[in-house]
């Protein structure tokens, strides 16, 4: 058989559920499929293909899945930093964002962005933004895997200003984009319970029902929207949700900081998802998401970076680590998130949290070809006993060599295939003056 693509000479991590780890690692893929990924001495005989990449010793490991992040908001990067969650978002981004997003801006924004993750190791992300469409647009032309949501609130917003047709907008939009793309999977965004209604959160929950996709929401961030939630409903964030009828295994609840043992029961009966977004929580002063007991209580789990106006960046390598690091150091246990769990929960389990567990976040056959090398000649890789450690404690971006996104090579040593980095950036040092004043 002629493949189109083999990837050899490389350390294999699948991250499948077994961890399995093959020091002389191959991959063969065909249409953008993994046909084989293993050992070497058990590869196809007689393989060909029409391109063979060498990893030079380095590390094979799937694409990291960013489990939740707003890609436009790169153009707000560092403009309102140090200030409490509350202050941040009403006082600044609101207002920020009624100014100057627009289709166009939504567009740079998005570009820098997925340039950014894919230099970074990022081959597929979970997004919520308004005027989601230039957003789509605008990812599917850099090959980036995604799912995409309109955002809902109950108020006049970018591209809707009467709210009464918030949920329409966010149903149009992904009506529009499912099936339009393999690559982009619609889905719909709710704010919050705090900026949307309990009828917006229904309608929007039996609108994504109906339509089969994810439903995404803010919930549980900080300690103010605990006590505002238990002032107003006597019920805690999840608690709340959960009455409303609209946690299942297509929910997906962004940050689940202030949760107790109760929340978490109900999150693994009903099989809802949490993306924890470890830096921008910490940023905010908002807390720390208990993920080993989320794990231990069989919440499904993923991460990501958030967006980066308040991350403030998409390095899911730095995301990973820190996360891994500071349980450990919550819970006095260096046991704590080991490095195999921690790659885990940053590229197969973001991929099932959002919905597409068959389609990536590890190296096995039948799964689309999402693949990362990490160069490992470099001093901060030097040397290397055991890979997963390296990748979680000692990798960064700068690491990252080569991307595949389905089979289609995004970067190639190091440099974007088919992104004018440069032009991106000056696009958006123009913008930043006219935001910053």
């Given at each position: 058989?002629?493949?189109?693509?083999?990837i050899?000479n490389?350390?294999?991590?699948?991250?499948?559920?077994?961890?399995?780890?093959?020091?002389?690692?191959?991959?063969?893929?065909?249409g953008?499929?993994?046909?084989?990924a293993g050992?070497?001495?058990?590869?196809?005989?007689?393989?060909?293909?029409?391109?063979?990449?060498?990893?030079?010793?380095?590390?094979i490991?799937?694409?990291?899945?960013?489990?939740?992040?707003?890609?436009?908001?790169?153009?707000?990067r560092?403009?309102?930093?140090?200030?409490?969650l509350?202050?941040?978002?009403?006082?600044?981004?609101?207002?920020?964002?009624?100014?100057?997003?627009?289709?166009?801006?939504?567009?740079?924004?998005?570009?820098?962005?997925c340039?950014?993750?894919?230099?970074?190791?990022?081959?597929?992300?979970?997004d919520?933004?308004?005027?989601?469409?230039?957003?789509?647009?605008?990812?599917?032309?850099?090959?980036?895997?995604?799912v995409?949501?309109?955002?809902i609130?109950?108020?006049?917003?970018p591209?809707v200003?009467?709210?009464?047709?918030?949920?329409?907008?966010?149903v149009?939009?992904?009506?529009?984009?499912?099936?339009?793309?393999?690559?982009?999977?619609?889905?719909?965004?709710?704010?919050?319970?705090?900026?949307?209604?309990?009828?917006?959160?229904?309608?929007?929950?039996?609108?994504?029902?109906?339509l089969?996709?994810?439903?995404q929401?803010?919930?549980?961030?900080?300690k103010?929207?605990h006590?505002?939630?238990?002032?107003?409903?006597?019920?805690?964030?999840?608690?709340?949700?959960?009455?409303?009828?609209?946690?299942?295994?297509?929910?997906?609840?962004?940050h689940?900081?202030?949760v107790?043992?109760?929340?978490?029961?109900?999150?693994?009966?009903?099989?809802?998802?949490?993306s924890?977004?470890t830096?921008s929580?910490?940023?905010?002063?908002?807390?720390?998401?208990p993920?080993?007991?989320y794990?231990?209580?069989?919440?499904?789990?993923?991460?990501?970076?958030?967006?980066?106006?308040?991350?403030?960046n998409?390095?899911?390598?730095?995301?990973?680590?820190l996360?891994?690091?500071?349980?450990k150091?919550?819970?006095?246990?260096?046991?704590?998130?080991?490095?195999?769990?921690?790659i885990?929960?940053?590229?197969?389990?973001?991929?099932?949290?959002?919905?597409?567990?068959?389609v990536?976040?590890?190296?096995?056959?039948?799964?689309?070809?999402?693949?990362?090398?990490?160069?490992?000649?470099?001093?901060?890789?030097?040397?290397?006993?055991?890979?997963?450690?390296?990748?979680?404690?000692?990798?960064?971006?700068?690491n990252v060599?080569?991307?595949?996104?389905?089979?289609?090579?995004?970067?190639?040593?190091?440099?974007?295939?088919?992104?004018?980095?440069?032009?991106?950036?000056?696009?958006?040092?123009?913008?930043?003056?006219?935001i910053?004043?």
């Amino acid at each position: 058989m002629t493949y189109d693509l083999i990837i050899e000479n490389g350390i294999l991590l699948t991250v499948d559920a077994d961890s399995h780890i093959y020091e002389d690692g191959l991959i063969c893929v065909a249409g953008g499929e993994i046909m084989f990924a293993g050992p070497r001495e058990k590869a196809p005989e007689g393989k060909d293909a029409r391109q063979v990449l060498d990893a030079g010793g380095g590390i094979i490991m799937p694409g990291l899945v960013n489990s939740h992040t707003h890609v436009p908001m790169s153009i707000f990067r560092g403009l309102a930093d140090d200030l409490p969650l509350e202050t941040w978002l009403n006082e600044h981004i609101f207002p920020a964002e009624a100014a100057h997003i627009n289709p166009q801006t939504v567009r740079i924004g998005t570009l820098l962005s997925c340039a950014e993750m894919l230099l970074s190791g990022t081959t597929c992300f979970c997004d919520g933004y308004f005027y989601e469409d230039a957003v789509a647009q605008a990812a599917s032309e850099t090959g980036l895997r995604a799912v995409l949501a309109h955002g809902i609130i109950d108020f006049p917003a970018p591209g809707v200003p009467d709210p009464s047709q918030n949920v329409q907008a966010s149903v149009s939009y992904a009506k529009e984009w499912k099936g339009k793309t393999p690559l982009i999977t619609p889905s719909i965004f709710c704010h919050s319970a705090y900026t949307c209604s309990a009828e917006t959160i229904q309608n929007a929950k039996k609108e994504a029902a109906a339509l089969g996709v994810l439903l995404q929401i803010h919930a549980a961030e900080s300690k103010f929207e605990h006590t505002q939630s238990m002032e107003r409903h006597g019920l805690s964030p999840v608690q709340y949700l959960d009455g409303l009828g609209v946690l299942d295994q297509n929910t997906l609840l962004v940050h689940g900081v202030w949760v107790d043992d109760k929340d978490m029961e109900i999150l693994s009966q009903k099989k809802a998802a949490v993306s924890v977004t470890t830096h921008s929580e910490m940023k905010l002063a908002s807390g720390v998401a208990p993920i080993p007991a989320y794990l231990r209580a069989g919440v499904r789990v993923g991460l990501g970076t958030d967006g980066p106006a308040s991350n403030n960046n998409h390095d899911m390598f730095g995301e990973t680590g820190l996360t891994a690091k500071i349980h450990k150091a919550l819970d006095l246990d260096p046991t704590e998130l080991d490095a195999a769990t921690a790659i885990a929960l940053a590229s197969r389990m973001s991929a099932d949290a959002i919905g597409l567990g068959a389609v990536t976040g590890s190296l096995e056959k039948g799964k689309r070809a999402d693949i990362i090398v990490i160069d490992l000649n470099a001093p901060n890789m030097t040397p290397m006993y055991h890979p997963d450690s390296a990748v979680v404690y000692a990798a960064s971006a700068d690491n990252v060599k080569h991307v595949f996104v389905d089979g289609r090579q995004l970067v190639e040593d190091g440099r974007l295939t088919g992104m004018d980095i440069g032009q991106i950036m000056h696009e958006v040092r123009g913008l930043a003056k006219i935001i910053g004043g």
